[in-house]
């Protein structure tokens, strides 16, 4: 937003492009809709912003990273030359000259390092075409500062971690309504890597399985059976609408208070038992000791029920993912 703003002021038109990841949490705020959060950050800017949805192709990267890690499962180099190759033909298809971001030297560990910005540009094919307003007076000029196309004077030299100076500028160009800096990108969360690490592992990381990443308590019961728990009421809506054949369901007795559980994979006697432990384990039991965990396999209709203790927290916690 603030490099928007920059180069706006220099009577340039700028046109924004936002690559929606499954792991990007940008649209929070807004019950996860990425188009309209864009249309209200559009709008405060006075730009058209083009959202662009990355999918397997970005799942191909995330596995297997050329430049590997960070300090979970982010592979932020590839990420961004990734990203930045389609900011590339998008430009060519608009016939635009060049394209600005909002980085800043030497604030993000892996990706930021100002010789790692000049690679990921090569990388890209941008290179000197990339102008980085809040750090272009500690970074070497691009072309459309030898060309005159902006004026290198009206950028600035941020650098480091320290945010300071573009929450002061942000209030000076009159942005408010900015995200969080820290957070974004559910690949850095230790809780997520782990759920994705358990996907890679066990040859299920797929789009859907994704999407089912971002809900529940997820539990693996074998290496071909696993369990998301609802937390609420509308996680365990979501879990029901996300069944297919062949899955399980777990829900609580008509007068126990509880959440709706999803079971994906190969259950026998002994995993089902487990599954229904563990939903016991998160029911309000209203002073019982044990409960009778209904269950089906999808899509048949009746249920099933198993008389069940819940689970032991050690058990449980050896079994979370």
């Known amino acids: 937003m603030l490099a928007a703003k920059i180069i706006q002021g220099q009577g340039i038109e700028v046109i924004g492009l936002h690559c929606s990841t499954p792991f990007d949490t940008c649209a ?7 188009l309209q959060f864009m249309r209200v950050i559009g709008e405060s800017l006075g730009i058209h912003v083009i959202v662009m949805h990355l999918g397997k192709e970005f799942l191909d990267i995330v596995k297997n990273p050329r430049h590997g890690y ?45 010789p790692t910005l000049r690679m990921i540009e090569k990388r890209a094919g941008l290179l000197g075409l990339i102008v980085r307003p809040l750090s272009a007076k500690v970074l070497p000029e691009t072309i459309p500062e030898q060309k005159n196309w902006i004026q290198r004077d009206c950028l600035f030299n941020f650098n480091g971690r320290n945010r300071r100076p573009q929450i002061e500028l942000a209030n000076r160009l009159g942005i408010l309504n900015y995200s969080q800096p820290a957070g974004g990108c559910l690949l850095t969360d230790v809780n997520n890597a782990r759920k994705i690490r358990d996907l890679i592992e066990h040859n299920l990381f797929n789009l859907e399985e994704v999407a089912l990443m971002r809900i529940g308590r997820h539990f ?62 998160y029911c309000d039991k209203n002073d019982k000791i044990d409960l009778a965990i209904k269950y089906r396999k999808v899509p048949e209709n009746g249920f099933k029920e198993m008389n069940v203790f819940p689970v032991v927290p050690e058990e449980l916690k050896k079994l979370r993912i």
Request: proline share 4%; aromatic share 6%.
């Open 220 to 281: 693996r019961l074998s290496p071909c059976a696993r369990l998301i728990v609802g937390r609420d009421q509308k996680e365990n809506k979501v879990l029901e609408d996300c069944m297919r054949e062949g899955d399980y369901m777990f829900t609580t007795p008509d007068d126990i208070a509880g959440p709706c559980a999803l079971g994906r994979g190969e259950f026998d006697a002994s995993i089902l038992e487990s599954a229904c432990k563990i939903t016991c384990y």
């Open 70 to 114: 960070g300090s979970h499962v982010n592979p932020c180099i590839d990420c961004r030359i990734f990203m930045l190759k389609k900011a590339y033909e998008l430009m060519l298809s608009l016939q635009a000259d060049f394209i600005i971001t909002g980085e800043v030297a030497n604030q993000r560990d892996m990706s930021q390092h100002k």
């Open 28 to 34: 929070k705020k807004m019950n996860g809709d990425t």
